[in-house]
């Protein structure tokens, strides 16, 4: 795998950094630790990240570069391989792009792309790859790597965590990783945040054949004063870990009227359910992006026939 990687880091003098929009712990982790990776080992470079910002941003700034900047310029992209997931879709003018990921898509793009869905975050990858060329990490570059590596996991309990994710989490602690901090910075949580969880756990429904939902309007954002992802991505698993209960599943009308779905399930693959509707991830963890309430129906039924038919 380092052998795709290493001509490329060598040809270029300015590498660019892109992931996800709206990242999650893991995107923003592996964007900035493989720039702090990359500035360690080879100070000759030029090394930016940028892309769009939200509440973890702790781990690092993005950089406001000009579009000149692609020219003749390596551009990575971590965390995803969908075009429209992309957050700035400048990596396009680079001289050439590595793509490289943990989830199950295949790029839709021209790219040289590396993608490993074995491994439970994109940070365990990223670092299981340099660390066996012997990289110097330092405290940011192990500390944003580690983040990556604990949200991905849901702090290790998650299915898919293995061995491995556990070496690479000693690892990264042996550099000096900053696990305190991590959780300092990712579970103290502000009062808002804490009644959203009440609302969640207070509000969500349940299908006929146990599959708990929540359909969340704008409205709700607005009457918590929390941003669109901690509304969706970060109350999802609210409803998790309840007996009898294997799937669930977030809807959440952003500020376009696009309606993010956050699908989650505790034993069977849903991933294709996610795909039909144009989105991906992992068979246990996926999404997509819907364009309607409605359509937010019609997909909840069809998790319901799943589930129904799993049980059967």
């Given at each position: 795998?380092?052998?795709?990687?290493?001509?490329l880091?060598?040809?270029?003098?300015?590498?660019?950094?892109?992931?996800?929009?709206?990242p999650?712990?893991?995107?923003?982790?592996?964007?900035?630790?493989?720039?702090?990776?990359?500035?360690?080992?080879?100070p000759d470079?030029?090394?930016?990240?940028?892309?769009?910002?939200?509440?973890?941003?702790?781990?690092?700034?993005m950089?406001?570069?000009?579009?000149?900047?692609?020219?003749?310029?390596?551009?990575?992209?971590?965390?995803?391989?969908?075009?429209?997931?992309?957050?700035?879709?400048?990596?396009?003018?680079?001289?050439?792009?590595?793509?490289?990921?943990?989830?199950?898509?295949?790029?839709?793009?021209?790219?040289?792309?590396?993608?490993?869905?074995?491994?439970?975050a994109?940070?365990?990858?990223?670092?299981?790859?340099?660390?066996?060329?012997?990289?110097?990490?330092?405290?940011?570059?192990?500390?944003?790597?580690?983040?990556?590596?604990?949200?991905?996991?849901?702090?290790?309990?998650?299915?898919?965590?293995?061995?491995?994710?556990?070496?690479?989490?000693?690892?990264?602690?042996?550099?000096?990783?900053?696990?305190?901090?991590?959780?300092?910075?990712?579970?103290?949580?502000?009062?808002?945040?804490?009644?959203?969880?009440?609302?969640?756990?207070?509000?969500?429904?349940?299908?006929?054949?146990?599959?708990?939902?929540?359909?969340?309007?704008?409205?709700?954002?607005?009457?918590?004063?929390?941003?669109?992802?901690?509304?969706?991505?970060?109350?999802?698993?609210?409803?998790?870990?309840?007996?009898?209960?294997?799937?669930?599943?977030?809807?959440?009308?952003?500020?376009?009227?696009?309606?993010?779905v956050?699908?989650?399930?505790?034993?069977?693959?849903?991933?294709?359910?996610?795909?039909?509707?144009?989105?991906?991830?992992?068979?246990?963890?996926?999404?997509?992006?819907?364009?309607?309430?409605?359509?937010?129906?019609?997909?909840?039924?069809?998790?319901?026939?799943?589930?129904?038919?799993?049980?059967?």
């Open positions: 795998m380092f052998d795709q990687i290493k001509p880091i060598d040809q270029y003098d300015r590498i660019i950094i892109h992931r996800h929009t709206n999650d712990g893991d995107a923003y982790g592996s964007q900035l630790g493989l720039k702090r990776l990359l500035e360690l080992n080879h470079k030029e090394v930016y990240a940028v892309g769009d910002v939200n509440n973890f941003r702790f781990l690092g700034e950089d406001d570069i000009p579009d000149a900047y692609y020219e003749g310029a390596l551009a990575i992209v971590v965390d995803v391989c969908v075009t429209r997931l992309i957050s700035d879709d400048r990596y396009l003018r680079a001289d050439q792009v590595l793509v490289i990921d943990h989830h199950l898509n295949q790029p839709d793009f021209d790219c040289i792309a590396i993608i490993e869905s074995n491994h439970i994109c940070a365990e990858l990223i670092v299981s790859v340099f660390m066996e060329q012997n990289y110097a990490f330092d405290e940011i570059a192990a500390t944003r790597f580690l983040t990556g590596l604990v949200t991905d996991s849901g702090r290790f309990l998650y299915p898919f965590t293995t061995s491995r994710s556990f070496e690479i989490a000693a690892y990264l602690l042996q550099q000096g990783g900053r696990l305190q901090w991590i959780y300092d910075n990712l579970y103290t949580e502000d009062l808002n945040f804490k009644k959203l969880r009440g609302y969640f756990i207070n509000n969500f429904k349940v299908t006929p054949h146990n599959v708990a939902y929540m359909m969340n309007d704008k409205h709700v954002k607005e009457a918590f004063d929390v941003t669109t992802f901690i509304v969706s991505r970060a109350m999802v698993n609210q409803m998790s870990g309840l007996r009898d209960i294997h799937i669930w599943a977030n809807f959440t009308e952003d500020d376009n009227g696009e309606i993010l956050e699908l989650r399930s505790a034993k069977e693959s849903i991933v294709h359910l996610a795909r039909k509707y144009g989105g991906g991830g992992h068979a246990l963890a996926c999404g997509c992006t819907l364009y309607s309430f409605d359509e937010a129906k019609q997909l909840l039924q069809e998790l319901d026939d799943f589930a129904k038919g799993s049980t059967t």
